[in-house]
């Protein structure tokens, strides 16, 4: 009877391809957060540069 349920489990896939899933959402997830971290001081300063440029050309 254990033995039967251990083959069944081991065979049954089903659920598999929403764990797959899950996994490359978390790893994209992480990609994104990690491209923040390291990019993030670097698109503040740039947008900080495009709106000071903006506000001083419609000043002027």
Known sequence: MLKNFLTRFIKD???VTA???GLIAVAV???IG??????GDE???T???I???????SKG
């Open 34 to 39: 990690a491209a923040v971290l390291t990019m």
């Open 29 to 31: 997830a992480v990609a």
């Open 43 to 45: 698109l503040l300063t």
């Open 51 to 57: 709106t000071t440029t903006l506000t001083a050309g």
């Open 19 to 21: 764990i797959e899933y």
């Open 13 to 15: 896939e089903r659920g």
């Open 47 to 49: 947008f900080t540069n």
